[in-house]
């Protein structure tokens, strides 16, 4: 399976992006997907996660209430709406997909993800 991210882009900080992961190729029954961020110098960092029900999701402290995660299974799609942005949000993206242990599973280690997209870059300027 092969997982593409787009949507990023250079904003200015208080405004939005949708960023969007679309699964190819040989796809499991059912996989959990996420989002996860690196910043120059930092570490990769756990975003966002949903499960293959869509109706479990859990966010990072640092984006609960601004950032959205919602799935389209029909279209092995994933979005992240990323609203009220901050310069502290600039980092490239990456979506992963991961085995599901029930259709509510989510993930929000990159330990328990074991395909990536090659990321999508989110520049936020003040």
Do not use: H
Request: hydrophobic share 35%; net charge positive.
């Amino acid at each position: 399976v092969q997982l593409q991210a787009s949507g990023g882009g250079s904003v200015q900080a208080g405004t939005s992006l949708r960023l969007s992961c679309t699964a190819s190729g040989r796809t499991r029954s059912t996989y959990v997907m996420g989002w996860f961020r690196q910043a120059p110098g930092k570490e990769r960092e756990f975003v966002a996660t949903v499960s293959w029900s869509g109706e479990t999701t859990y966010y990072a402290d640092s984006v609960r209430g601004r950032f959205a995660i919602a799935r389209d299974t029909a279209k092995n799609t994933v979005y992240l709406q990323m609203n009220r942005l901050k310069p502290e949000d600039t980092a490239v993206y990456y979506c992963s997909a991961g085995r599901a242990y029930n259709d509510d599973y989510v993930s929000t280690s990159s330990w328990g993800m074991d395909v990536w997209g090659k990321g999508t870059l989110v520049t936020v300027s003040s």
